[in-house]
């Protein structure tokens, strides 16, 4: 039963690093952040050139950052779901097999 306690704030933590990982990207609309933009204004990351943009005060989106951390959290569930779907499977598949050899060769 410990196991789902543990695994939210998990998944929670890694989706907030992703999200603020994300910062480096720049967005279609003038901001920065993947999927959605939640930074807007100053000065952009290393590499990306400087425009006037960035005489501007720095905001956030906190409902934007919000979902990019659901977003991340969600694809982060749903491939520990198929891992741990197929790796079940796995040890299902080597059950039977060595259920079936101990079939033939009783002793």
């Known amino acids: ?11 929670i933590l890694m989706g907030t690093f992703l999200t603020l990982g994300t910062v480096l990207i720049g ?11 939640w930074k807007t204004g100053g000065c952009p990351p290393p590499g990306i050139a400087i425009s006037t943009s960035c005489l ?7 409902l934007g950052f919000g979902l990019d951390i659901l977003f991340y959290t969600a694809i982060g569930y749903g491939l520990l779901l198929a ?23 009783p002793q």
């Open 83 to 105: 891992y741990a779907k197929y790796r079940s499977r796995g040890e299902e598949i080597e059950r039977s097999h060595s259920d079936r050899l101990s079939q033939r060769n």
């Open 56 to 62: 501007l005060a720095i905001a956030y989106d906190w």
């Open 27 to 37: 967005n279609w609309a003038g901001g920065y952040g993947f999927p959605l933009s």
């Open 1 to 11: 039963m410990t196991r789902p306690v543990v695994l939210w704030p998990t998944l």
